[in-house]
Every structure is written in C-alpha cells, then in structure tokens.
C-alpha cells in the first residue's frame, strides 16, 4: 500500500473513526492490528522478516534486561564483601555477556537486511569468480526494512545503556516496531519518544485533525504535483549519459534536487501527518535542509533521524572506542595534531561509507558517501582559513548576500555529489560531471529541453509548485506555518485545506493518464 | 454559540464553493466527442429517444457506420436504434443491452459478430468513449468492472475528473462551447454518416491464425447475450457485416454457424456482396474497413426485407408519433448528406 | 573547569563558553567538534566519556560537560 493510492485513504478513513471510537484502553490493539493490515497488504514475505525482527528484538532485549537486574543484585550484594577489583571484574562479565546477546541480536536483523541488499550482488559476482549458479538476483528490499531495523537495533542499544527498560508485553514492542506510517519511508524513530507515544490513550482533537490534513496534503502537494512532475525528466536525463551532457547535467542536478526535496519531504510529511492524526508525534526529519549554509549543516537538516542514529550508534561509540583510543595514543609521537584526529576521521569516514552502503548496494552510494564524508572533513580543516577571512571582512561576510552564496554553493556541491545517485556505474557520474565543464551545448540544452518527457505547462506547475515550496520554507523560519494558518480560524484552515486538495487533483500526476510512479526515497 | 454557528456556516459554504468548482471543472476537462471523436457521443445519444424501438442494433464500427434506422423505417416502417460503439466489444453490447431494457423490450437484437474475437479488454481509451455516455445504474457498474484494463480504477469513472484532469492544458475550443450544453446529437439514431468514396483496393493477406478457435471468454458472453435475450423473449438475430478488414477468419464463421445452429439463432454473413448489393469498389469511405452513406443504405434495404419477412416486424408508418419522430429525423438526416457531399467537393 | 574552557576556546575562540547554554542545538559544536574534545578531554584529564554520555544535554554548556566529566572521574565500580 503506497501513501498515494486510494486504497490507502480508504484505509485511514476505516481507521481514523475507529480509533477513536474504541475505549482508550484497546487503542493501542487497534493500531496493531491496522499495522498488521498495512504489513500484510505489503506482503508476506516482509511480514516474516518484519517478525523475524520483532521476536529477536524482544528477546534479546528481555535479556539483556534480566542481566542488567542480575548484575545489579550481585554488585550490590558484593559491596560490602569483595574488593573494587572484584566488583569490576564482575562487572565487565555481565557486560560482556550482554554484548554477546546483543551483537546476536544485531548479526541477525543486519545480516537479513545486508542479504537483501546485497544478495543479488554477492549472487552475481559469485557467479563470476567461481562459476557457480547466479543466486539472489530475485532478493529485494521489503517495504520499509531499511527504517525499522535501525529504530529497532536503536532501541535494543538504549536498553543495553540502561536508558530504557525493556518492554515487557512483546505486542506493544511489535506496534513500535511495525507503525505503518513509518515503513514507506521513514523516518527512522526511537522508543523512548513514538514507542512511549504509541501506548498511551489518544483522544480526538479537531484542531489536531485539521493540522495533520494540512500536512498530509501538502505531503502529497509536493509529491504529485513537483516531484512526480520532476521525476519524468530526471530518469530521461539519468536514462541517456551519453546524449545528455554538458548543460544537461546541471539541469539534471537541479530538476533531481527539486525532485528529491519534493518526493521525500513530502513522505515524510504525509507519515509524520498520519502519525499527528492518530494523536502520535513523529521525529521530524527535515529542517529547511536547502538552506544550510555548509555540507555538514545540511546533514544535520536533512534526513535528520538517519544522522542521528549514525552518531547516536555508530560515529560515537566509534570514536570512543578501545581500539580507536589506542590507536590514537600510538600516533602522539607523529603529533598531537595527527594524534587527535585519527578518532574523528576514521569514524567519519566509516560512519558515511556505512551511510553510503545504506542507501544502496551500488559502487555509487558508496562512492557518493565517501565523498560526503571527504567535503565534511576537508571543510572543518578549511575552518581557520574561514575564520581568518571572515574576520578580514566582518561587514561581506555578516551580509545576507555572502549567505545566500554560501546556502547556493552548498546545493550546488550536494548536488554535484548526487549525480552518484543518478548513474548506474561511478564512471558515468564522474564522466557526466567532469562534462559540465568540457562540454559548453547551452543552445542544445535550451533546444533539448521540451523533448525530456514534459510540456510546457509541466515545467509551468513544476516551477509554480518549487516556488511556493520555497515560500513556505521562507515563511517557516518565523514560526510554525500551521498554527498560524490555524490561528486565523476553522474556516480558514478549511479553505487551504480544500485549495491544496483542489489543486492536487487538478494538476497532480496520478490515474490513468500517468504512469503511477513510486516514491523515490523508498526503495532503501 | 454565534461563533460556532458562523464557523460551522462558513465550512459549508467553502465546501459548496469547492465541491461545485470540483463539478465544473470536471465537466471543462471531460472530452466532450462533439467534434473530434464523435463516436463517443453515441451512447449517451440513446437517452434522448422519445419513441421506442422494435429493433435494436448493438456491436461496433459494423453496425454505427453501416445501417441507417432512417432508411429502415422510411422503407419497412420498422423502429430501430443502434446502440454501437467504437470497438465495442461483447460486453460492452451485452450491457448496452441490459442498460435498453431497463426502459424498453425490444423485439429483435441484432448483434455484429465481429467483436467477438476480442476475448480481453483491449484499450482504455475505448472504455472511455464507450461508458462514460451511459447513464448509472446496475448496467454501467457492470460495464465497468468487465471492461478495465490494468491501471484503470472504478472510482476515476464516477469522478471523471480523476481521469481527464491531465487534459486541462489541452483543452480546444470545443471543450468551452460543449462546458455545459450538450448541443444536437451526432448521430440519426445511432448511425454515423460518411459520404466519402475510397474504393477497396487491395485483397487481404491475413495471417494464419494460431487457434481457429473465438475465444473462451467473448463466447461466453455470447451466451449470456443470448441468455438475456431469452429471458426477456426478443429475438437475437446474429449477423457479420460487409467489410474487408479486420478479416474474418473462415473458422470463426464456421463456430458462429454452428452457435447460431445449435441455440436455434439466425446468424447472416453479409459479407456476399450479390445478394445484398454492397459493393466494396463504391460503397466504402475507407477503402474496405466500413460502409458510407451508399453502402450502408444499400445494406439497410437489404436487411430491412428480411426483417421484415423472416421477423414480422409491424409497419408503424401511419402512427403518428413515429411518423412525427422520423420526419424530423429525415430532414436532417437529408441535410447532412448534401452538407457532408458538398464538403466533399 | 578553566582547563576545559581553555579547550574549547582553542576550538571556537569566537564563542562565549561561560555563558552559551545552546552549545550543540545552535550547532556551534557539531559532531566533528565533540569527537574532538572528547579526545582532547582524555589526553587532558584521563576521563574516558562512553558513548551513552554523548548526549546534548552533556554538551550543551561547558558547565554540564565539566560535570559530566567530575560524575566520570569520580565513578568507581
């Protein structure tokens, strides 16, 4: 069931009443069950890897739990008769068990996500080392695996630092695992905020309703009137490296920026919405991601949950670590400069290869990772040289001029990076771009751009929709944009309400006359 | 309370405004087949009938483009109407059909058999112009949910803006002139006139077929078709019109003879040009594939005798409801012809 | 505690880290940063901060990171 479909709304609108309709106390059953509903329509087989997961996660959590409760009991109990060395030691062996059930836990639920990501691939090249059959080439994602793994392995981790209590009723685990706004795409949640949200009664708030319908329209705005739009022209200009060189390729960055923007900000619009209408609030995701004024400040505003989780359960733990302690005690006799260093780029660097390998199994995202965390680095080393000319000239650089360069430099860069996302080999990337600057084709650009799959009056909406995106960002920086829409009254929020709804099915790309398309996002 | 009330006003009224804009749009960007496309006016075309009808046609380009009701009722006195459409395939007839009877029994249905080799839906765009013309009710839903292609979904027939709302940029002048009138029909009761002359030139190679066989699902509805007829005692008269393309298969021919045999049906190949005067080097706009205005009156005088002999169909002339009905029908039926042989010159 | 904000001055010589109590939500000090001082923070005062502690309550002023880093030191088992 994809957000766009009637069959989805047919859902929510069976939903919805009913979940309000019930006595508080079997809501949370109720939700269960619509995810259940959602999983299955999705089919079995996610289902079975999606309680292959629930059941891991619930045991090893309620394991790890009892250890934490037994080596609680015993150190206490060996205070008063055995030494601080004795505790620790007994300590350090109930830690080590409890790292045992936890990394089981996490070879299991990686190591399924890892095969159907990169079965095909090892099938493939298997068969070409050792000719033997090709396998895997049938594996795919199921719906939603790549989110609720990590905010299940989150939540395993959170119980193992003691920062949550294992839950005990494996159902309520399971409707935290399985909320089915989240599995289209994302965003990746933690238990201690929705899981917590997602137990406690809800009742019906009109103000609230109305909210989350203006942003699950304005979710399925961008969607089907820009993104959907957009994408048309984006997978003809993808679709021909060879033909589409030179100036096509920035049109292709641009046109696949405003595109992506659209297509995932606007699902992860409709999945926070549908949570709000259910009474639950869902991590954001997003932060005006496109005006960052650095690459390091955009991946703090987009995809917000993915970085998060990467820092909260990898980047740290990575950098703190023994080894990675050890060995940056063993550079201080090269420098102290190299010395402390050492930590933090090694982990950047494996933190976004492991963010590269998320988003898919091709050479590319891991090229396209590596690259991201390469800027990152290279721009905190370039920090002092900053600081120097911005003290030079305090009165350009304060100016909202030099900070609309640096927000443009920054999409220009990342999307520059993202044509690793478009092409199917590194080479083709690294070929199309490099071609920016060989091929000047500005009249062949200008000519070719009517044969991309889109009229006139497509380019007309697509630029009306990247406009009023833009303006509802702008206005977003003063404040809440739908509180204040609300604090104008019902009647109001009714009418952008009705003109988003209007406007969606007027000018929307969906029904026979378009090919239904996917969202672009949810295929990780 | 003057709040909440003033409040509750107000939704209504944005409601009323949006839901009627919905309405009016929907209707803009609906294709309206009055100039290009005629032949999707023709089903909706049967609901402004004011007399009723002894015969009723149903099937494709076969039966719309090659009988004229006008002929048939100015010669025989019989009342006829055709409910065809482009490729309109069996069960669109057979709905067609259950649609007729909700408001009148005819006494013979004569069916194109042509259709029938068409076992699946084959074009989304002919569902179209074949069923958003009919009037709602248990025929239409039916129609629908037998006719769909992949992609296609029922509720993007009860709302057309779901299916047409991609049209709003190519919109011509006859989407504003037809927005909310529907004008004269197209049709003189079904019948779609040409005049043109494109002699059949060329002898059909057909390709072999790989199952001499009709197709499991369209003799079914065959059979339901037959069924109906039964049921509501009318005569299903099955006939195969004169036209050199799409071919049609001597094998299939044979099944039809031997349906038509085995359930007691009158089954009329017209294909023999001797016995009915229809000759494919004049009397074809389109060399071959359909009848003009010659050939269809040529077919029609031809048929008429035999419905007339072999159906006892009663001469209405004289009454004058019908006599009023045809007049009218006949002058501009006249004026078209001269309108359509003047354009040709 | 002048230790550390000698630390982190070094790193941000722009910011006021007596008074600034918005350390990690405003992003003056991103992750890059953290992983830094947290480096720094064991070659300076031997405390070995656990990934569980890098939270922005930790790291939002100098004052909950000085805290942070007594409630380490003086841990025992």
């Known amino acids: 069931m994809h957000f766009a479909s009637w069959a989805f709304l047919l859902f929510l609108a069976v939903l919805v009443p009913v979940y309000y309709l019930v006595p508080k106390r079997i809501q949370w059953i109720v939700l269960l069950l619509a995810n259940a509903v959602f999983v299955g329509f999705a089919g079995w087989l996610g289902a079975v890897f999606m309680t292959v997961t629930i059941t891991t996660v619930y045991a090893a959590s309620r394991g790890i739990d009892a250890l934490i409760l037994r080596q609680r009991k015993t150190l206490a109990a060996m205070k008063a008769t055995h030494t601080k060395e004795e505790r620790k030691k007994t300590r350090l062996r109930f830690e080590k068990r409890r790292r045992a059930v936890l990394i089981a836990c996490l070879v299991v639920n990686f190591g399924i996500l890892f095969v159907l990501k990169y079965g095909a691939m090892i099938g493939k090249l298997s068969a070409e080392l050792f000719h033997t059959r090709e396998f895997g080439a049938d594996l795919a994602l199921t719906m939603g695996i790549s989110y609720y793994t990590f905010s299940s392995v989150g939540y395993l981790v959170d119980v193992n630092r003691e920062e949550l209590f294992a839950e005990k009723n494996p159902c309520k685990l399971a409707l935290f695992i399985s909320f089915f706004p989240l599995l289209v795409q994302g965003p990746i949640t933690r238990f201690e905020t929705v899981g917590k949200a997602l137990l406690s009664p809800h009742v019906f708030d009109g103000r609230r309703f109305l909210s989350a319908a203006l942003r699950i329209a304005w979710g399925f705005w961008k969607k089907l009137i820009v993104a959907d739009r957009l994408l048309v022209a984006v997978l003809a200009l993808c679709g021909a490296p060879g033909t589409y060189r030179g100036g096509f390729v920035l049109v292709e960055m641009l046109l696949y920026a405003a595109c992506l923007y659209a297509d995932f900000t606007g699902g992860i619009d409709i999945a926070i919405g549908v949570g709000e209408l259910l009474g639950v609030t869902v991590e954001e995701n997003f932060r005006r991601p496109y005006f960052s004024k650095s690459i390091s400040e955009y991946w703090r505003r987009w995809h917000i949950t993915l970085g998060e989780w990467f820092k909260r359960y990898v980047y740290y733990p990575l950098s703190v670590s023994k080894p990675m302690r050890a060995l940056s005690k063993s550079t201080r006799r090269i420098g102290a400069g190299v010395s402390r260093r050492v930590p933090v780029y090694l982990s950047t660097i494996l933190v976004w290869a492991l963010t590269g390998a998320w988003h898919g199994s091709n050479l590319t995202f891991l090229i396209w990772g590596l690259l991201n965390g390469l800027v990152i680095l290279a721009s905190e080393e370039l920090k002092p040289v900053y600081a120097r000319f911005h003290a030079r000239f305090p009165r350009l650089t304060a100016s909202a001029f030099y900070r609309g360069l640096a927000v443009i430099r920054t999409v220009l860069l990342l999307s520059s990076l993202r044509i690793l996302d478009c092409y199917s080999t590194v080479g083709e990337a690294f070929s199309a771009f490099g071609s920016l600057f060989t091929t000047w084709n500005w009249g062949q650009v200008a000519a070719g751009i009517p044969s991309l799959g889109l009229a006139a009056s497509d380019y007309a909406i697509a630029l009306m929709g990247v406009l009023l995106m833009f303006a509802v960002s702008m206005a977003q920086r003063k404040g809440a944009i739908r509180e204040r829409i609300q604090r104008r009254g019902t009647v109001a929020s009714v009418c952008v309400l009705l003109l988003l709804i209007g406007t969606i099915l007027l000018f929307g790309r969906y029904g026979f006359g378009f090919d239904a398309s996917k969202f672009v996002y949810s295929r990780f | 309370m003057r709040k909440k009330l003033l409040t509750i006003g107000g939704v209504l009224l944005c409601c009323i405004v949006f839901f009627g804009a919905l309405y009016a749009l929907s209707r803009l960007v609906a294709p309206k087949y009055r100039e290009a496309l005629i032949e999707g006016h023709l089903t909706g075309e049967y609901y402004d009938e004011e007399t009723d009808h002894d015969v009723l046609f149903v099937g494709d380009c076969e039966v719309f483009e090659h009988f004229s009701p006008v002929v048939l009722y100015n010669e025989y006195g019989i009342t006829s109407f055709i409910r065809g459409g482009a490729q309109q395939l069996v069960w669109h007839s057979y709905y067609m059909l259950l649609d007729a009877l909700e408001t009148e029994t005819p006494k013979v249905v004569v069916f194109n058999v042509l259709a029938l080799k068409y076992g699946a839906p084959q074009s989304e765009a002919y569902n179209r112009l074949n069923l958003d013309g009919m009037r709602w009710g248990g025929a239409k839903i039916g129609a629908i949910r037998a006719s769909m292609t992949d992609g296609e979904d029922f509720l993007s027939y009860v709302f057309p803006l779901l299916r047409y709302h991609d049209r709003f940029d190519k919109l011509t002048a006859e989407d504003w002139r037809y927005w909310f009138s529907d004008g004269e029909p197209v049709s003189f009761k079904g019948y779609i006139m040409h005049t043109g002359v494109k002699p059949a030139t060329k002898t059909p190679t057909p390709p072999a077929l790989s199952d001499p066989r009709l197709p499991e699902t369209s003799m079914a509805w065959l059979e339901k078709l037959a069924a109906l007829c039964e049921e509501h005692g009318i005569t299903l008269v099955l006939i195969k019109s004169p036209s050199i393309e799409p071919y049609w298969y001597p094998e299939w021919d044979a099944e039809i003879a031997s349906f038509a045999k085995s359930r007691g049906l009158r089954y009329y190949n017209m294909m023999d040009g001797s016995e009915t005067g229809v000759d494919l080097s004049t009397d074809t706009y389109d060399q071959g594939q359909h009848l003009n205005v010659i050939g269809a009156e040529k077919l029609t005088r031809w048929f008429g005798g035999i419905l007339k002999e072999e159906f006892g169909l009663r001469d209405h002339r004289g009454e004058a409801a019908y006599d009023a009905d045809y007049a009218a029908l006949s002058v501009r039926y006249e004026a078209e012809k001269q309108r359509l042989s003047e354009g040709m010159e | ?77």
Do not use: C, W
Request: avoid cysteine; hydrophobic fraction near 45%.
């Open chain 3, 1 to 77: 505690m002048e230790q550390l904000l000698d630390i982190l001055r070094e790193m941000h010589p722009e910011t006021d880290f007596e008074r600034e109590t918005r350390l990690v939500d405003d992003g003056v000090l991103a992750s890059f940063d953290i992983v830094m001082l947290i480096t720094r923070i064991e070659e300076e005062f031997d405390v070995v901060i656990p990934a569980k502690d890098i939270v922005p309550e930790h790291f939002n002023s100098a004052k909950a990171l000085y805290a942070l880093i007594e409630r380490i030191a003086e841990q025992d088992d």
